[in-house]
């Protein structure tokens, strides 16, 4: 089993709609990234997470140290959010790399 | 900032041979670390540099090896590639472990 399991691992929506992504994991972690990846393969940093909630434009991102669990919600979805989102988190105290979740590929269809 | 440039952008060699590629870190960052994307999959830690000295390793084969230099820039080495190393690799900075990370746009490695 996967440390880190996104759903849903595909999502297609029309645009103007309400998106949320999850994420759980298994493992005590430091902190949990979430990361936008385009076709071309580059990598965007969305949010880092210890604790809470964060937003940033349209993108909001909230965690839950307890239940092991985040979501990344995305308002007002627009066809240039279209992308595969993915959720890594970074194991307590370890000096190891981050842990990925295989991704959401999201599509928002005008 | 100059954010993090990875060269070449696309490669292909033959099994059995040897590559190198090569990652500038964003100004500012003494940390780097190594992923390798098989298609369709989450990125897969190769392995983390801090200030020139390699501090975490995940479940690859020591054919793959790297190396930092004192500008922080670094270097990722696979011997003896194998049909399974086609994949992207990316390549990440942050100021410290505990900070957020800055991506390359990868490498796309390609082994015939």
């Known amino acids: 089993k996967n440390e880190v399991e996104q759903s849903p691992q595909n999502l297609t929506a029309q645009e103007g709609e309400f998106i949320t992504i999850n994420c759980s994991y298994s493992v005590g972690i430091s902190a949990l990234h979430w990361l936008q990846q385009h076709p071309g393969g580059g990598i965007v940093s969305l949010f880092m997470?210890?604790?809470g909630k964060k937003k940033h434009g349209r993108l909001i991102a909230t965690i839950n140290i307890q239940e092991k669990h985040s979501s990344l919600h995305i308002t007002a979805s627009h066809p240039r959010d279209s992308a595969v989102y993915i959720c890594?988190?970074?194991?307590?105290?370890?000096?190891?790399?981050?842990?990925f979740g295989k991704g959401t590929h999201l599509i928002i269809q005008p | 900032e100059t954010g993090v440039t990875q060269s070449p952008t696309h490669l292909i060699k033959t099994r059995g041979q040897q590559v190198t590629l090569r990652c500038s870190s964003q100004?500012?960052?003494?940390?780097v670390s190594w992923y390798q994307q098989a298609l369709g999959q989450g990125p897969q830690f190769i392995f983390q540099y801090y200030r020139e000295e390699e501090n975490g390793r995940g479940n690859f084969p020591p054919r793959f090896s790297g190396l930092q230099f004192p500008n922080y820039s670094s270097e990722l080495n696979v011997n003896a590639l194998e049909l399974d190393d086609s994949a992207l690799y990316l390549c990440?900075?942050?100021?410290?472990?505990?900070?957020?990370?800055?991506f390359g746009s990868g490498t796309r490695l390609t082994v015939v």
């Open positions: 990440a900075s942050s100021k410290s472990r505990d900070y957020g990370y800055t």
């Open positions: 890594a988190v970074k194991v307590g105290g370890g000096a190891d790399g981050l842990t």
């Open positions: 997470l210890s604790s």
């Open positions: 100004s500012g960052h003494n940390t």
